[in-house]
């Protein structure tokens, strides 16, 4: 089946500095991507939608000059936590939609295994 | 706006009980998809079942079953003879049509499965 991955797969760093996490789809070519969220013993919550080529769609309440997100490419989205705090710490994954172009049904959305961040 | 409610926070059975977890959804439209997802401690997100508002038959896969009926706008999910490896927290999703796929998930429900 189609497989998503993120890099790294767990980061330790500390506060202030600037952390990039990657999304890639494998197999498929990823229009658009999702960013989510998860704080410890919570739901994943929607972040932003990245769009291949241009600006993505941040839900309200995300600060997009905290959380920038590039997708260059169609099987490439970063999130950069920018000047991180300890706040910041949580899960952060990644789904790509799938419009059939890959393997399994039409607009299908992959997850990616997940990327914890924690900041010192 | 579209919303999913899942009322159980946490439930414990004991091994090859049957168990079912709850799904209450909001939307506005008439075309959605509504999904299980499986979420053991490594954190990775198990896909189980996608399925869309026109299609209100249910599913049976194995010991996992779905019960999904849109007068209530419920979307039930029972697993049947638990085993400790079902231990993990489920999520219930929706995504709208309109929305683009933006998938909305519900607050999960944390399965314990004693042994």
């Known amino acids: 089946g189609a497989v998503v991955s993120q890099h790294p797969s767990w980061v330790i760093c500390k506060s202030g500095t600037s952390v990039k996490i990657e999304c890639r789809s494998l197999?498929?070519?990823?229009?658009?991507m999702f960013w989510y969220r998860q704080f410890p013993k919570q739901s994943l919550m929607l972040m932003a939608t990245?769009?291949?080529?241009?600006?993505?769609?941040?839900e309200q309440g995300v600060e997009k000059d905290k959380f920038l997100i590039n997708h260059a490419s169609l099987t490439l989205s970063t999130l950069t936590v920018t000047s991180a705090h300890p706040e910041d710490s949580s899960f952060y994954i990644c789904?790509?939609?799938?419009?059939?172009?890959?393997?399994?049904?039409?607009?299908?959305?992959?997850f990616g295994p997940g990327t914890r961040l924690t900041v010192l | 706006a579209q919303k999913v409610t899942q009322a159980q926070t946490e439930i414990s059975v004991v091994e090859k009980e049957d168990v079912t977890l709850d799904c209450v959804y909001e939307t506005r439209d008439t075309t959605y998809y509504l999904f299980w997802y499986k979420q053991p401690p490594s954190g990775e997100l198990v896909f189980l079942i996608r399925r869309n508002s026109f299609d209100e038959q249910n599913e049976i896969s194995g010991r996992y079953s779905w019960n999904f009926q849109k007068s209530t706008s419920s979307f039930n999910f029972t697993i049947t003879a638990s085993q400790v490896v079902d231990s993990a927290v489920y999520f219930c999703?929706?995504?709208?049509?309109?929305?683009?796929?933006?998938?909305?998930f519900g607050s999960g429900t944390r399965l314990s499965i004693r042994p």
């Open positions: 789904s790509a939609r799938d419009l059939g172009r890959g393997q399994g049904a039409p607009d299908t959305q992959y």
């Open positions: 197999d498929f070519q990823a229009t658009t």
């Open positions: 999703a929706l995504s709208e049509y309109s929305s683009a796929s933006k998938i909305i």
């Open positions: 990245s769009n291949e080529g241009s600006k993505a769609t941040y």
